[in-house]
């Protein structure tokens, strides 16, 4: 026979309306909602994690045990006193199930505290398990977190470091991009939990995570089931755009360096940028491939093959991953050419047509033989292209208010920067 307990919620709130799809019901008082635990509780695997979080809407998803039947999100505005409730939908995946809940019609630019159920048990809640709606303007200064290279085996891995100086940040970042070879060795899933999740949990928790896709990701066979699987990102989960306030972001598959369905992906960033022109200050690509560099990599020609798209289309900001240490290149045009001129390369203003390549590799892996030198012909033609390189665990945070974008490198051990730029338009 299964054991049910039944919890309570007491409300002692107003509904003052009905704005959510979720079973609270009415506009009415509401004294208790009752939701019923069956059976035991089951095995949280993963922690949830924050997905598309947008203006009205936001995804929650995690993974548990097979003995889950039903699941659900119990949320509300900070400092609100309304609770609402949304059920979700459960998909099963290598023996676990993702439990993964939609939540419509929220506020913009709003902080919720969230719970989450499953057979009416809740797995987790707390003060750190909130998320932060998009705003639905483009004045609201905001920040984001980027690096690449994160997710290696326990013990070989850093990750832990730079995910617990992010959520130390005093200014927390409102989300993070990705910038492939998300797990290694080839991508697979079940090493994401080990691998990424566990030392992210503290920041997947409340920050939307945006990657792509690098080379180990399409390593394994079975590629579609394992990135996409774990992932709700937006078009087709492969190459995809979004915009949060006045900038737009656009992911890149470079897959091997030669990209995801090339002809098809070059069309789709064109035209994606042709309809965004004149519609944001800012414009971030990010994608795991570089393009010319000095770092131990070599120089990528489809990632140079789009300079001349990045530079006519107004991007400001091209980020990479691939090599495990973090180089900041001066501001390119669309030849690929530097500046000669100019000396100051911390304060930009008006890059018109150029725009600024980083490499951050060092998410959680160190290429320990190697040493950052632009000056060493064998790492590149010509060293002077780069205006800032350091070799160590690292990752960068943007802020960006209306025209200015500011940026920090973060040491990931000792959370202190160690470059910085900022760009006025
Ligand atoms: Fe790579």
């Excluded at 099963?92 to 048990?121: C, M, Q, R, W």
């Excluded at 750190?128 to 690096?147: E, H, I, L, R, V």
């Excluded at 030392?199 to 590629?223: E, Q, R």
């Excluded at 491939?289 to 289309?313: I, Q, R, W």
């Amino acid at each position: 026979m299964m054991n049910k307990v039944c919890y309570i919620v007491v409300l002692c709130a107003l509904l003052v309306s009905c704005k959510s799809t979720s079973q609270v019901s009415s506009t009415q008082k509401v004294e208790a909602i009752k939701i019923e635990a069956i059976g035991t509780k089951p095995t949280l695997e993963r922690q949830p994690y924050l997905q598309m979080v947008k203006a009205n809407s936001a995804i929650i998803t995690w993974k548990t045990d097979a003995s889950v039947t039903e699941c659900l999100v119990i949320y509300s505005e900070i400092g609100g006193d309304t609770v609402f409730i949304e059920k979700g939908y459960l998909t099963a995946h290598e023996g676990y199930l993702f439990n993964e809940v939609a939540l419509k019609n929220l506020e913009p630019d709003t902080k919720y505290t969230y719970a989450i159920h499953s057979n009416g048990h809740v797995l987790a809640r707390g003060e750190n398990y909130y998320f932060k709606t998009s705003p639905d303007n483009k004045k609201q200064a905001f920040s984001f977190y980027a690096m690449g290279d994160i997710g290696a085996k326990e013990k070989s891995s850093f990750a832990n470091e730079p995910a617990d100086r992010i959520a130390e940040m005093e200014r927390k970042p409102d989300f993070g991009l990705g910038l492939g070879d998300i797990v290694y060795p080839k991508g697979e899933s079940k090493n994401y939990d080990n691998h990424l999740f566990k030392p992210f949990k503290d920041v997947f928790i409340n920050t939307p995570f945006y990657p792509v896709a690098g080379n180990h990701d399409w390593l394994s066979a079975n590629h579609d089931e394992n990135f996409k699987k774990e992932w709700n990102l937006p078009n087709e989960e492969y190459y995809y755009s979004f915009a949060y306030s006045n900038t737009l972001f656009i992911g890149l598959d470079s897959r091997d360096g030669s990209f995801y369905d090339y002809e098809k992906q070059t069309l789709w960033l064109k035209e994606t940028l042709k309809q965004n022109a004149g519609k944001h200050d800012w414009i971030v690509v990010y994608l795991h491939h570089n393009g010319k560099s000095c770092t131990y990599k070599k120089d990528y020609e489809h990632v140079m093959g789009l300079y001349e798209v990045f530079a006519a289309n107004k991007v400001d900001i091209v980020l990479n991953g691939h090599a495990h240490t973090y180089e900041r290149l001066k501001p390119y045009n669309g030849n690929g050419m530097v500046e000669q001129d100019r000396t100051n390369q911390s304060e930009y203003k008006d890059l018109e047509n150029r725009f600024i390549s980083i490499t951050m590799g060092a998410g959680g892996k160190l290429n320990k033989k190697w040493k950052a030198d632009p000056s060493n012909k064998e790492n590149c033609e010509d060293g002077t292209i780069v205006a800032h390189s350091e070799h160590m665990a690292s990752f960068g945070v943007f802020e960006v208010d209306g025209k200015t974008l500011s940026f920090k490198g973060y040491n990931s051990y000792t959370g202190k920067s160690f470059d910085e730029f900022v760009i006025e338009k």
